[in-house]
C-alpha cells in the first residue's frame, strides 16, 4: 500500500484563487485589507518567511508594509510602532515575527496588538476565544491543517487524532480545532511514554515536534492520514518534516510533504484571516 500524497499546491491555489476575489470585492468599496508585517533583527530564516508574506499578499491583491528594525530596537520603541499600527485604518492585520530578540518580551508585545488585528491569533484573548469555541480568528498553522483535511474528503468526527507536539502556536490549538470538529484527540510531548504505541491509533496524526524524520513508519497505522507540520534540515541541510516521508509514505493513507502543503497554507490562512480582519473592520464602521 502507499499513501496518498496530498496535493497542497493545488489546495493552496484553489483558496488563494477566492481570497483574491473576495479581495477584489472590497478594493471596489474603498477598502483593501492592509497587513503590517513587523521584523526586529536580521534573522535570515524570519526574513525569508517575511519576504514570502509579503508576496503571497500582493498576489492576492491585499495592502502590506514591512517594518524592518534593528535588533538593537528597544522594548519601547517596538510597542509604540504596533500602537501606531493599531490606530492606522489603512492595516487591519498586525504581525510581529517570531522570535524576538532576547531583551524584547514576546507576551508583552504579543498583548500590545489590537484583539481584532491579531492575524496570527496569538493574542491571549482571541486564544481564550478560541478554547471556548467563540468566533474569533483562527492561528494560521492549524487552521491551515483543517483547510487540508476537509479536502480528503474524510470525517474527523468520532477519529482519533493524535498530536505530537503542545507549543502554543502549532501543537495546543491544533488540538482545539480537531476537538472542535469532534475527534477524539491525544496530545503527545517530550515526556510522552510509549509514545509509537499511542502514535500507532492515530486515525489522523499530526506531527508539530521540529525534530527531522522522527515519525517512521513504525508510528504510523496503516492507511491514517498523518499531517506534516515539521520544517527542519536533515544532515545534509535540506528541508524536510517531522515524519519519514519514503518511510511512512509505504503504509500511510494520506501524507502531506514538506516542503509545500502546510507552510504555504500557513501563509494563505495568514490572507484569509487579513480579510476577516478587513471585513469585519469595515461592518463595524
Ligand atoms: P516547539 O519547539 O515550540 O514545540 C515542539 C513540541 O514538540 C513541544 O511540545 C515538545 O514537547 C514536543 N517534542 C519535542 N521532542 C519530542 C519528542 N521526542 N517526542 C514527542 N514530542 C516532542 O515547536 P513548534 O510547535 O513551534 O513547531 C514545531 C515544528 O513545526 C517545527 O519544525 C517548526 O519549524 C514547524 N512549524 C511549521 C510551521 C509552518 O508554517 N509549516 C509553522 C510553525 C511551526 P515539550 O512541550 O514537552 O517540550
Redesign the pocket.
Known amino acids: 500500500m502507499s499513501a496518498h500524497i496530498i496535493n497542497g499546491k493545488e489546495i493552496v491555489a484553489s483558496i488563494r484563487e477566492v481570497i483574491k476575489q473576495e479581495v477584489q470585492e472590497l478594493v471596489i468599496q474603498g477598502k483593501q485589507p492592509g497587513l503590517a508585517v513587523v521584523l526586529v533583527g536580521d534573522d535570515s530564516a524570519s526574513a525569508v518567511y517575511v519576504r514570502n508574506k509579503a508576496k503571497a499578499c500582493e498576489e492576492v491583491g491585499i495592502y502590506s508594509e514591512v517594518h524592518r528594525l534593528p535588533t538593537d530596537t528597544s522594548e519601547t520603541e517596538l510597542l509604540s510602532l504596533i500602537g501606531s499600527l493599531n490606530n492606522d485604518d489603512r492595516i487591519h492585520g498586525i504581525l510581529v515575527q517570531l522570535p524576538l530578540p532576547a531583551h524584547i518580551n514576546e507576551s508583552m508585545v504579543i498583548d500590545m496588538i489590537s484583539i481584532s488585528k491579531d492575524v496570527d491569533c496569538f493574542h491571549p484573548i482571541n486564544v481564550g476565544n478560541l478554547l471556548i469555541g467563540k468566533p474569533a480568528l483562527l492561528p494560521c ?1 492549524p487552521a491551515g491543517v483543517m483547510e487540508i483535511l476537509h479536502t480528503l474528503n474524510e470525517p474527523i468526527a468520532g477519529k482519533h487524532a493524535v498530536v ?4 502554543n ?3 495546543k490549538p491544533m488540538a482545539l480545532l480537531l476537538l472542535r470538529e469532534d475527534a477524539t484527540v491525544t496530545i ?5 511514554k510509549n ?1 509509537q504505541e499511542i502514535t500507532r491509533q492515530a486515525d489522523i496524526l499530526i506531527a ?4 527531522a524524520k ?1 515519525i517512521t513508519k513504525d508510528h504510523v497505522k496503516p492507511g491514517a492520514i498523518v499531517i506534516d ?4 534540515r536533515d544532515e545534509h541541510g535540506k528541508l524536510c518534516g ?1 515524519v519519514d516521508f519514503a518511510d511512512v509514505a509505504q503504509s500511510a493513507g494520506y501524507l502531506s510533504s514538506v516542503p509545500g502543503c ?2 504555504p497554507m ?1 501563509i494563505t490562512m495568514l490572507l484569509r484571516n487579513t480579510l476577516e480582519a478587513a471585513r469585519h473592520a469595515q461592518a463595524s464602521v
Open positions: 498553522t505530537v507536539g503542545r507549543s502556536i502549532v501543537g503527545c510531548h517530550s515526556k510522552t509514545l508539530a515536534v521540529g525534530r522522527m507540520v515539521g520544517m527542519n517531522d502546510v507552510g500557513t
